[in-house]
């Protein structure tokens, strides 16, 4: 029998207002993974988690990819759009993950507002989850999750980070993060 291989991928890095983007790819050209680099450690632990046994390889990301982040973090929210991402995940976390993505730079939405939108109006800590477990973040922007008064409640990347891209999106800030 032979034992499977580790299924690899392409690391790069990019400069950001916020910070250092780490950057995985796949040899199709898709994201897969987008965190930061003061978070390396939560990114390996993602992408065990969603593929097992892997290996990360520094090359350089698409440029399709890097050219439309660096247009978002100047001011053309759209570019997101055209990132194509693909990652491994629940039905359930699929399912918040597309959904995520109908939400327009600068609106926001409580995680129970979420979950009903969903159809799961119990859900909202499950929500809160799969949230958590998004690998492509910004792009996937689960940053657009608030808590019901308001606040900005949880970020992987950090408050910081996720009310820097609120308030680059023009969303309206209420309530400042709780610590």
């Not at 759009?81 to 926001?108: C, D």
């Not at 939108?117 to 859900?123: K, M």
Request: charged share 25%.
């Amino acid at each position: 029998m032979t034992a499977k291989q580790p299924q690899r991928f392409h690391l790069d890095r990019l400069e950001t207002p916020i910070g250092t983007a780490l950057l995985v790819t796949d040899d199709q050209g898709f994201l897969r993974a987008l965190d930061w680099s003061d978070y390396e450690t939560r990114l390996h632990r993602l992408l065990r988690r969603h593929y097992g046994d892997y290996a990360l390889e520094k090359a350089p990301a698409p440029k399709s990819i890097t050219a439309a982040l660096t247009s978002y973090f100047a001011g053309d929210l759209g570019e997101l759009k055209k990132i194509k991402w693909k990652t491994n995940g629940t039905p359930f976390q699929r399912k918040v993950w597309k959904e995520l993505q109908k939400i327009r730079a600068g609106k926001t939405s409580s995680y129970g507002a979420f979950a009903v939108r969903l159809n799961v109006p119990n859900a909202a800590r499950a929500v809160g989850l799969a949230n958590g477990s998004n690998p492509v973040s910004v792009v996937v922007p689960c940053h657009r999750l608030i808590g019901a008064d308001g606040s900005l409640t949880g970020y992987g990347g950090g408050l910081a980070r996720k009310e820097w891209l609120l308030a680059h999106e023009g969303a309206a800030l209420g309530k400042r993060a709780r610590s």
